[in-house]
């Protein structure tokens, strides 16, 4: 099955590691990041080492180590114990990396970041496998970490595992309302920024009080973050995006244009429902309907307004370079385009 659909449209292939805008603040430790990255990629097993580098190496944005890091610089993190969130960000992006592994296999996704996805590529077993590795790398590299460290980033494991069997119980499910959308990417996206957040300041040193509005803006972030990608899913285009345009539609996913549009049309409520079925004549209307300038509008609102979040607990770091350099990684979570 898998050989088969990764016959599905090539896109052109990721490109690499963006070192621009906000990154440019912590560029050496993003290039550390990077190099230790590749090397944890590696196995003593040929098929896992080429799996890992096929997924990590061909680009991303790195915005995960980007915010810890930048999080970190803005707590007053010193340059003396850099190591520590340089590791730190380096298991939340392997914890990432698993989960998009994993997420392929559940969703039946052909395409990841402009390419066949590793699941189309190698198959079901081995991206399992694969996943499975990248977790347990993760782990090991957090093993050294004060135990509230390491705990911090299980429960965000925990809640991605929630999240995605609740997704699962919400597909093509026209019952599903906003409240149970928040629930949703509160645990599969915002846990991991929320725990990036938390871990980063507390290895700054930041007070308690710091540490944790340093985890809520992270879960601000994660929330704008996916509802800024919701959007990107039904608006394209394909080529910035790097999979289908629809994707989630497709596969009954109540992302946020979805669980808005359903409300205001029995139309799209339709539609929605026999998802699993949508042909591509359907599907354009489902996509024209979900790209009703009133919802867009709607839920580019509420995107802002978790930024706005994001930025109001800004207000406890001190002024500088990274403090400013972490309100711009927050805003460009509104105007991105891929």
Do not use: W
């Not at 449209?9 to 560029?27: H, K, M, N």
């Not at 080429?50 to 810890?68: A, N, Q, V, W």
């Amino acid at each position: 099955m898998p050989a088969k659909r990764a016959k599905a449209t090539e896109l052109a292939p990721a490109p690499a590691l963006d070192l621009s805008g906000p990154a440019r603040l912590v560029e050496s430790d993003l290039i550390a990041v990077e190099a230790k990255l590749s090397r944890l990629l590696d196995s003593n097993e040929a098929l896992i080492a080429e799996l890992c580098h096929y997924l990590i190496d061909g680009g991303g944005k790195r915005l995960r180590p980007t915010f810890m890091l930048l999080v970190y610089r803005a707590c007053g993190g010193p340059d003396r114990n850099v190591e520590d969130p340089i590791d730190a960000a380096i298991a939340l992006e392997l914890i990432h990396s698993a989960t998009l592994l994993h997420d392929d296999i559940v969703d039946g996704g052909v395409l990841r970041r402009g390419k066949p996805s590793a699941f189309a590529r190698y198959g079901l077993g081995s991206t399992l496998i694969a996943g499975d590795y990248l977790f347990c790398r993760a782990f090991d590299l957090c093993s050294r970490f004060e135990e509230r460290l390491i705990r911090t980033a299980a429960q965000a494991c925990i809640q991605l595992s929630e999240g995605e069997v609740m997704e699962g119980r919400f597909r093509h499910n026209a019952a599903a309302t906003l409240k149970d959308y928040l629930a949703v990417i509160t645990r599969k996206t915002a846990s991991l920024f929320q725990a990036g957040g938390r871990v980063a300041a507390d290895l700054a040193g930041a007070p308690a009080r710091t540490i944790d509005a340093m985890a809520h803006l992270g879960t601000a972030m994660g929330l704008a973050f996916q509802m800024v990608d919701d959007l990107l899913d039904i608006l394209g285009p394909e080529e910035k995006i790097g999979k289908p345009v629809g994707s989630d539609l497709r596969a009954g996913i109540p992302s946020l244009p979805v669980v808005l549009g359903i409300e205001r049309s029995p139309e799209l409520r339709r539609l929605f429902q026999n998802g699993a079925r949508l042909e591509d004549a359907t599907l354009d209307r489902a996509l024209t309907l979900l790209r009703d300038p009133a919802l867009v509008a709607e839920a580019r609102a509420m995107a802002a307004a978790q930024v706005k979040i994001a930025r109001d607990l800004m207000r406890q770091l001190r002024a500088g370079v990274f403090r400013d350099g972490l309100a711009m990684l927050i805003d460009d979570q509104i105007g991105r385009e891929a």
